[in-house]
Nanobody, 122 residues
């Protein structure tokens, strides 16, 4: 399974944005997490969604503005961001694992994708 994040780019503060995490094959029961890392900062957990969307979790700094969802038929997990801010500028990437019930720890995931750059101008 290979993961690829997409949907990033240059956006204006206040805009909305949808990022996609697409798998080259079926997610096959995998939970998926979204993370981001800004220059000079530590990697940050954003959101997690289980295979059947029964478990959804958000990082404390993004609750209320970020929404995670998935379409298993399309092998895609989405991250919707409303009212983007300059501090949202980062590389966003996703990770998946078929064994994890839930995790905020990127190192626990067995599949990790390439990221997409989001740059927010003020």
């Amino acid at each position: 399974v290979q993961l690829q994040a997409s949907g990033g780019g240059l956006v204006q503060a206040g805009d909305s944005l949808r990022l996609s995490c697409t798998s080259s094959g079926s997610f096959g029961g995998a939970g998926v997490g979204w993370f981001r890392q800004a220059p000079g900062k530590e990697r940050e957990f954003l959101a997690f969604i289980s295979w059947r969307s029964t478990i959804i979790d958000y990082g404390d700094t993004v609750k209320g503005r970020f929404t995670i969802s998935r379409d298993n038929a399309k092998n895609t997990v989405y991250l919707d961001i409303t009212t983007v801010r300059p501090e949202d500028t980062a590389v966003y990437f996703c990770a998946a694992d078929t064994e994890l019930a839930h995790s905020r720890n990127y190192d626990k995931y067995n599949y990790r994708g390439r990221g997409t750059q989001v740059t927010v101008s003020s």
